[in-house]
């Protein structure tokens, strides 16, 4: 069973800033490419990580305060759950989104 602290946040522990830079060091980003966060909180960490990149960054967040706040920083968010959303190289939808499409 979760702590209740746990599940006041939502389960929502931000990477902290020491870490992204140093996962920053060890990723190489090709030119033009979609990154994808699929817990993104803010944003913060992911657009720490893709500082110099010339990617996409892509975010999917539980939250919506959180998720409005990723979409001041990334270029596209999804406000949802990832274990609901539709992944594929040109297309991510919520499960909302989905059943629209699909009638």
Known sequence: MARKSSVLKLGYYPLAEIEAERIRQFQQFSVNCGVL???AGTGAALML?????????????L???RSAAATEVLDEVVQG?????ALSSRVILSAA?????LG
Do not use: H, K, M, N
Not at 97 to 101: E, P, R
């Open 97 to 101: 989104a989905q059943s629209a499409l």
């Open 81 to 85: 759950s990832v274990f609901d959303t």
């Open 63 to 65: 939250d919506s305060f």
């Open 37 to 39: 966060d699929p817990c």
């Open 49 to 61: 990580i893709t500082t110099a990149a010339a990617c996409r960054r892509y975010g999917i967040e």
